[in-house]
């Protein structure tokens, strides 16, 4: 009998056990939630195989009361939805289930204590998948399946909470990298309620604002499987299941349109010359001419009245004549970054400019006064990250040089009436706030006004038409104290606000603002000639942008009056390899003076063209990719012809040897190619110094003096008919006028002699690179 009773009881715990366990599904995903809230398992139904990383948590969902992460211990499944109970705070999470064919999605819509939960996590997922992590979009693939996870509104953040604001500094959190692979995971915080956190890693205990009704509730994901070819195409569908953002181009998604990610062209447009910039970029086969500095001020976002003396209309014109060349006007902005001449500036200051604490004064302030006593200095004293030293009382911005360190706590040597605001007597007891600021001569928004910034720019591009924008400085939403919420919502409201497609990039990449984004172009041409301006950092992007589904872009190049057809070809070799977008920085007076204008912009076409319809073979896109080849590439009535260039490399540097004995170097190659000009590149290599009157000879027979005094980074760049000199950056600096003409490069053998005088102990090493174009590789029509 007890026999008896002992095996029934058995029965009757794997019957409620069996019960207990909580079996989602999706067409390619089947989901299981034991009875103690942990997800136990993330099953391929196709395969059976469990991509769940075993002996590691993964709760559904972790609350945060006081400080402290707590984990459910009990979940139920009921008419959709799972309860979870959290013993030691005395919470109840219930979470809304919705299983789709294509996804599964969480909503978390009530909790018993919502006011006592300050923040929610989701995860983390740990699976065993560890080929390719998206970090951003929230993906993780291992050749054949896929796991992905997608935050469904801006107050789901996609991320590792990290800090109190939900600022995340990576580029991205929602898919990490673990030892057993990966781990997927998303939060949300509590904005309902006025707290302190430290913004942008540097403002400590910066009051912020409650955001009326903007608790945990309504917190939702989304987890999909599926394989890994399908990704793309399944996040689309859950974007228009779920109303997430979803941007079209001529009635297609916007990530699988041709026209996402197509190279573009900055420039100084004005109503004058529109319509020749309009036709250089039309040459280069580019998809827009985007202004890159349109504003007399940023926020109110009002247009320079010397290149747009009709404002938004003049603008509007503008737009009208690139549309009937199928070209868009972009316009370049720092997002939330507010100019010191606006409006919400001077001549009367908005009260909700950002500031990063405050105090009250504790003596009265005539119009003069230029020691201002206060009541803390706490928040005065952090001047490290501030250039403005700029603070607000009523209606007047001040600037001081620095507050005392003991009390009473003074402001000192203030500058009253700053930015265009009328000094003030102001009253003991009235507010002092230290405005936040950037070192572009800016102050920044709260959350609020930040949002009324979107509601500006939304405007502008509905009166204008104008439709492309970056999100530049996307960052300085760190000003509200809200983290990535603030990134994302300045972004989701541009986005809506905005009635036309408006192509976008960023400085940031973010989660949810990937369904907006179109592109993300890094790569500034300001430090260096077309190979050297953060030529690494180009390049090391790609894998970044391949693995989170983005276009390959390769950031911004600079056209100078003195840009050659060498560095062009260089630029679209990189494009061609990687299939990529770009840049290219190109001004009116440039544009106009450089004499190779129209071939240079020809090439860029050809280029485009040409990777654009796949032309050439996996070997070819691979050595396009490498930055150490130079190509070139023509099209006739036979094809397409890809000529190789090959380099010879040599180095010289300073020896020590005996009176007398000769110091040059000797080195030796092999033309196998066609006779063909002389084309060199000597660079001299080193942070500083100089190097006087270097010489080569050729073969024997034919010496090329090159007087004068050369510093570290110059170059000397010889194409067989002209030699010029270059800076460290890329800048024509001078022709060195030749005295005969120079020799051609035969077939065969060839011998160089070259030196220099050393003029001091900081050495450089002369880098001389020889080039020879090699036969063409013929690629059929």
Known sequence: MKKLILITVTLLIQVFDASAQINLKTNDLNLTVSQTGQVTAMLNPATGKNYLAKGEKAPLLRIRTSGEWEEPSQASFKSGIITLNYPVSRQTAEI???????????????????????????????????????????????????????????????????????????????????????????????????????????????????????????????????????????????????????????????????????????????????????????????????????????????????????????MKTCVEKASKKGLRIGVHTLSTFINTNDPYVTPVPDKQLAETGSSILTENVTASTTEITVESNQYFKNIKPSTLHAVRIGEEIIRFRDVTAEAPFKLLDCQRGAYGTKASVHSKGEAAGMLMDYPYNTLFPNFALQQEIAGNLGRFFNETGVSQMDFDGHEGCYSSGEGDYGIQAFAEKVFKDTKHTLVNGTSRSSHYYWHICHYWNWGEPWYGGFRESQGDYRLENQPFLERNYMPNMLGWFLLSSTTTSEDIEWMMARAAGYNAGFALVARYKNLQKNPNTAQLLGLIKLWQEAYRTKIFSADQLTRLKNPENDFHLERNNEGWKLYPFKKFKFEHSKQVLQPGQPTFSEWTFVNNNAEQPLNFTLTFMGKEGTINNPWLELDGYFKLELPGEYEAGNSIVCNGTSIKIYNSKGGFKKEIPLKQALPSLKTGKHTIKFDCEFTDEKELTNRFIVKTISAAEIIAK
């Open 96 to 314: 809304k289930v919705g299983q789709h064919k294509t996804h599964l999605v969480f909503e978390l819509v009530r909790l018993n204590g919502k006011d006592r939960v300050n923040a929610v996590a989701w995860g983390s997922y740990p699976t065993i998948i560890g080929q390719t992590i998206g970090e951003v979009v929230g993906v993780v693939r291992d050749g054949a399946y896929a796991i992905g996870l997608q935050s469904l509104n801006v107050k789901t953040i996609g991320g590792v909470l990290k800090n109190s604001g939900g600022a995340d500094d990576s580029r991205g959190s929602v898919a990490v990298s673990q030892p057993y692979g990966s781990s997927l995971q998303a939060f949300s915080l509590d904005r309902s309620t006025a707290r302190k956190v430290t913004a942008w890693g540097q403002y400590p205990e910066m009051p912020v604002n409650a955001i009326p009704n903007e608790t945990n509730l309504g917190s939702k994901i989304a987890l999909f499987g599926c394989a890994e070819s399908q990704v793309l195409s399944r996040i689309g569908v859950i974007e228009v299941a779920e109303g997430l953002p979803h941007p079209l181009i001529d009635g297609v998604w916007h990530k699988q349109s041709p026209e996402t990610g197509r190279a573009y062209m900055i420039s100084d447009f004005d109503e004058k010359n529109i319509d020749s910039l309009l036709d250089y970029a039309k040459q280069a086969g580019l998809m827009s001419v985007y202004h890159e500095s349109p504003f007399q001020s940023w926020g109110h976002f009002v247009l320079n009245p010397t290149s747009f003396p009709n404002g938004n209309a003049g």
